[in-house]
């Protein structure tokens, strides 16, 4: 190893492997080059998952920290024909980790030289095969003014709009979601309360999601639609026929001069599900007032579990006990009929359906309201009724016919229709009516048999 030499660039050698990254330093003086300093480390953690462009981008930016008094006393020359590097060096629109790589090269006087000979690079490569056995981890400082210059590199990274337009009877809706570079989402759901035809309100739902990013200080955009007329007019790819849609366009145009790049694409409507239930939801909402807040909650287990705390000291206790335990007195012919799901016991009927086994005091209820909606109905029996809701216990047949016939409603419409009928016939009929009808309201018999028998006066 040699001390530089003022006033020489130094030149740097890198190389990476899949499980360590190095470099050399050396500085030419007489035609020869002469190493200044080596530097070699395993890769580690996260690191370990790199790809090979980032793991040599890795070696440069970790030497430029272990050796920042050599990269800020002389000119740095990287013997490179890696592109990555070179693109690393000249590209400033750069996110994320990379971003702060290119932060802290940004005070070095660096520069890349395509190699002519192979000269120190077998050494860098070599000495890459044995690697220090240190964990040292890069750090994240970044040089003066650093955060302000990655604020203004992502802020070049495009935004993505995706949008949809739902119209229906009387009014639409349209759906919005803003997606930011860091993979964050911004749902808007707008309800269109005025008549409009499906394309006028996918233009809406466009111009809707414009105002909302350019509110935000968003500069570069991406849009995608499942639109194709509104995506290939806006593009100019369509001509605009109807009248109706040329303000929209307008407004488009317009909207878009506030951004400093701009592209929109069409996609299919199964990769734009999100912005069209958006818009579904905008159009089938009713509210009164300029805003609705609608809450959505997440569940992590079926609404069917829910315990209620019913007690279980009744004829199911010993039942609902064997089926789970195997333990009890019972018959397997008695416990065919059972079955146990999500801890409640269900009767399963000659037909296969599923009745839920209810206590006696909700058996009660269930009996009174059933019996009252239906009295006087007895066109189907009340045991079937209660069958088909969903309801068993042992004695449902005895208890819906003791109520049935203890119901004086129930009891009379059971009765022989000869008892409830009228004996008419029997009846006497004053021959004398059919004159006060025509004296009164003029009316006279329709069939001439019921006239004459109503005007000849009985012995």
Same mark, same amino acid.
């Given at each position: 190893m040699v001390a530089p030499v003022a006033g020489k660039p130094l030149i740097l050698y890198l190389t990476s492997t899949p499980r360590s990254i190095g470099a050399l330093l050396v500085q030419e003086v007489d035609g020869t080059e002469r190493p200044v300093y080596y530097i070699s480390r395993k890769v580690h953690g996260a690191e370990e998952r790199y790809t090979a462009i980032e793991r040599h981008c890795l070696a440069l930016v970790f030497t430029a920290q272990k050796l920042r008094h050599y990269f800020l006393s002389f000119p740095i020359q990287i013997i490179t024909k890696c592109d990555p590097v070179r693109f690393l060096l000249s590209r400033p629109a750069l996110t994320g980790r990379v971003a702060r790589w290119l932060l802290t090269l940004a005070e070095f006087d660096i520069?890349?030289?395509?190699?002519?000979? =192979?000269k120190c690079q077998a050494l860098a490569d070599l000495l890459a095969q044995f690697p220090s056995g240190q964990c040292e981890p890069l750090e994240d400082c970044l040089p003066e003014d650093g955060f302000e210059a990655? #604020?203004?590199?992502?802020?070049?990274?495009? @935004?993505?709009?995706?949008?949809?337009? %739902? #119209?229906?009877?009387?009014?639409?809706?349209a759906g919005i979601v803003l997606q930011t570079e860091e993979g964050d989402r911004v749902h808007l759901?707008?309800?269109?309360?005025? !008549?409009?035809?499906?394309?006028?309100?996918?233009?809406?739902?466009? =111009?809707?999601?414009?105002?909302?990013?350019? +509110?935000?200080?968003?500069?570069?955009?991406?849009? #995608?639609?499942d639109s194709k007329l509104v995506v290939l007019q806006t593009e100019g790819i369509y001509a605009l026929k109807e009248p109706t849609l040329a303000p929209y366009r307008t407004t488009v145009q317009k909207l878009m001069k506030f951004f400093q790049s701009v592209s929109i694409i069409h996609k299919p409507r199964s990769e734009n599900r999100f912005p069209d239930a958006l818009a579904t939801l905008g159009a089938k909402t009713e509210f009164e007032e300029d805003r609705a807040c609608i809450e959505i909650v997440k569940m992590f287990e079926p609404s069917a579990v829910e315990d209620f705390a +019913?007690?279980? +000291?009744? @004829?199911?206790?010993?039942i609902k006990i064997q089926l789970v335990t195997s333990v009890g007195h019972l018959s397997t012919a008695e416990l065919s009929c059972f079955i146990v799901l999500c801890g409640e016991l269900y009767y399963r009927g000659p037909q296969g359906w599923l009745a839920r086994c209810i206590g006696t005091k909700e058996a009660e209820e269930v009996l009174d309201r059933i019996h009252i909606d239906n009295c006087a109905d007895?066109? =189907?029996?009340?045991?079937?009724?209660?069958?088909?809701?969903?309801?068993? @216990?042992?004695?449902?047949?005895?208890? %819906?016919?003791? =109520?049935?016939?203890?119901?004086?409603?129930?009891?009379?419409?059971?009765?022989? !229709? +000869?008892?409830?009928? %009228?004996?008419?016939?029997?009846?006497?009929?004053?021959?004398r009516q059919v004159y006060i009808d025509y004296l009164r309201e003029g009316a006279l018999p329709i069939e001439r048999t019921e006239s004459a028998s109503e005007l000849s006066p009985s012995n």
């Open positions: 520069s890349c030289v395509t190699p002519k000979a =192979i990655l #604020a203004a590199s992502t802020d070049k990274q495009p @935004w993505m709009l995706s949008f949809d337009g %739902a #119209a229906g009877s009387g009014s639409g809706g759901a707008y309800k269109l309360n005025f !008549p409009c035809s499906n394309n006028e309100a996918e233009y809406e739902a466009l =111009i809707l999601g414009l105002i909302a990013t350019k +509110e935000r200080g968003v500069k570069h955009l991406r849009i #995608a639609g +019913e007690p279980t +000291e009744d @004829w199911r206790g010993s007895n066109e =189907i029996a009340l045991y079937r009724r209660i069958q088909r809701q969903g309801y068993y @216990w042992p004695t449902m047949k005895k208890d %819906a016919d003791l =109520i049935t016939k203890n119901c004086t409603w129930c009891s009379l419409y059971m009765a022989k !229709p +000869e008892c409830l009928m %009228a004996n008419i016939d029997n009846q006497e009929v004053d021959w």
